[in-house]
């Protein structure tokens, strides 16, 4: 299971990538090393060389977490998907109630309508009105 995943499409570019952007930062330690050697070279040079190979350590361990997202998504999704199939199997058949109109929602509302609130209904229905025209 974990090398078929490994070895999925959106993971084959992932694997490229990483591979690549870590051999870059190896490779660009050693050249600033290499430069903070010369007569030329500075300080920064050899700050640059000891970052480097820090940031090409980064990019296994973000690999490495992007893995670990990316199990912990796919088994979510697999029990999110037997939950749904159990549910399914034992969830009775309902009838579809049919929908109800904003006139029968207002209608069969309990609660009292404030004067604030018929204002902004009066106002709503009177822009509906305009619009309608």
């Not at 004067?115 to 009105?129: E, F, I, K, T």
């Amino acid at each position: 299971m974990v090398l078929r995943g490994l070895l999925a499409p959106r993971w084959l570019l992932v694997h490229l990538v990483a591979l690549a952007a870590m051999l870059a930062c190896f490779r660009l330690g050693v050249w600033q090393w290499d430069r903070s050697q010369e007569s030329s070279g500075t300080l920064q040079n050899l700050g640059y060389a000891l970052q480097w190979p820090l940031f090409g350590l980064f990019i296994p361990f973000m690999y490495w977490r992007m893995w670990q997202l990316d199990k912990e998504r796919r088994a979510s999704e697999q029990t999110a998907e037997a939950a749904a199939e159990t549910v399914v199997e034992e969830a009775p058949v309902l009838a579809a109630k049919p929908r109800r109109s904003p006139t029968e929602w207002r209608t069969a509302a309990a609660e009292p309508v404030d004067d604030a609130m018929a204002q902004y209904n009066s106002y709503l229905a009177a822009l509906s009105a305009r619009d309608g025209e």
